[in-house]
């Protein structure tokens, strides 16, 4: 079945403690990103990845990193989270080019206490 | 930057038609889409359109799309207990360089659809 999948679904953690939040899709897609959502304003991007070793900064990119080793993988890291990052997050997936749907994978929710 | 609005709440009677409105600001965007989200789930794409198209059917779902006045608009015909969801309104945005690139998504705040029995 193609699918985006991530973990953990649900994470509470203390500030300043890393953290790697996992995403990983199998349909072969150059395209991922992740977004946040919180109440209100909506999916924000944070970063995306055009392929293996190719990263770039969404629109909220600060207090995040990502990496993009293999395809398939695209895992969001927290050096040292605070709790202005507790939030639902969504990684996605697409094949490249214009009009191609993303694929969304179920959301990871955060609490950073 | 690119801006996408829509009002945060739509409460219709179960059996009338939903109208749910949008409006963007990046001209060149080529595809605008619908998600929906209900509670505790997931985005689920629903629908999109062309730039180039005015309007889209699919069953109950109709989209309507105002180009030149940047306005896209989902209408949810025989509106049902199930439709009761987030609705997200979202535009394309080329990303990764002229060279190829692909579309990332720039996504409203959402509307929350409420069903009145």
């Known amino acids: 079945e193609a699918q985006v999948t991530q973990n953990p679904r649900y994470l509470i953690t203390v500030t300043g403690k890393k953290l790697t939040v996992t995403c990983s899709q199998n349909m072969n897609h150059e395209y991922m990103s992740w977004y946040r959502q919180d109440p209100g304003l909506g999916l924000r991007q944070i970063y995306y990845s055009m392929n293996v070793e190719a990263t770039d900064k969404g629109d909220v990119p600060e207090g995040y990193k990502v990496s993009r080793k293999e395809k398939r993988n695209f895992p969001l890291i927290l050096e040292s989270p605070s709790p202005n990052q507790t939030s639902l997050y969504f990684c996605?997936?697409?094949?490249?080019?214009?009009?191609?749907?993303?694929?969304f994978g179920p959301g990871t929710r955060l609490t950073v206490l | 930057g690119e801006d996408v609005e829509q009002s945060l709440f739509l409460s219709v009677r179960e059996g009338d038609s939903s109208v749910i409105n949008c409006t963007y600001t990046d001209s060149s965007s080529t595809y605008l889409y619908w998600y929906k989200q209900e509670p505790g789930a997931g985005l689920q794409l629903l629908t999109y359109i062309f730039s180039n198209m005015d309007m889209k059917q699919d069953q109950r779902l109709t989209v309507l799309l105002n180009k030149k006045d940047k306005h896209l608009s989902l209408r949810i015909a025989d509106t049902q207990t199930g439709d009761s969801a987030i609705y997200f309104c979202?535009?394309?945005?080329?990303?990764?360089?002229?060279?190829?690139?692909?579309?990332?998504?720039?996504f409203g705040k959402g509307t929350h659809l409420i069903i009145q029995p």
């Open positions: 979202a535009e394309s945005i080329r990303q990764g360089g002229s060279g190829g690139g692909a579309d990332g998504l720039t």
């Open positions: 996605a997936s697409s094949r490249p080019g214009q009009g191609n749907e993303q694929f």
